[in-house]
């Protein structure tokens, strides 16, 4: 869900503030699926993060979203890209 109130002390009605939804895919290049036990892993993953320098991140994601007031478009296409390091 996507929202925009542009002066939260003149908000408006809210069919005059843009608010969407949509369905939203996430993904993480070169994230791998981990084996065992989940707080196994989740300690290991700890203990590799204090031995080393941390490692830059990309992350994708990509929706199409849908109107919910009249001040929004019918539809969009969303577009978002992050890089952690």
Same mark, same amino acid.
């Given at each position: 869900?996507?929202?925009?109130?542009? &002066?939260?002390?003149?908000?408006? *009605?809210?069919? @005059?503030?843009?608010?969407? %939804? /949509?369905?939203?895919?996430?993904?993480?290049?070169?994230?791998?699926?981990?084996?065992?036990?989940?707080?196994?892993?989740?300690?290991?993953?700890?203990? &590799?993060?204090?031995?080393?320098? *941390?490692?830059? @991140?990309?992350?994708?994601? %990509? /929706?199409?979203?849908?109107?919910?007031?009249?001040?929004?478009?019918?539809?969009?296409?969303?577009?978002?890209?992050?890089?952690?390091?």
């Amino acid at each position: 869900m996507f929202g925009e109130i542009e &002066d939260l002390s003149h908000a408006g *009605s809210f069919n @005059q503030q843009n608010h969407s %939804i /949509g369905p939203t895919l996430f993904w993480k290049p070169g994230e791998k699926e981990e084996e065992g036990d989940e707080e196994e892993a989740k300690g290991d993953k700890d203990n &590799d993060k204090a031995s080393g320098p *941390s490692e830059m @991140q990309l992350s994708f994601n %990509i /929706g199409l979203q849908f109107g919910v007031t009249d001040a929004t478009s019918d539809t969009a296409l969303k577009f978002q890209g992050s890089l952690s390091f």
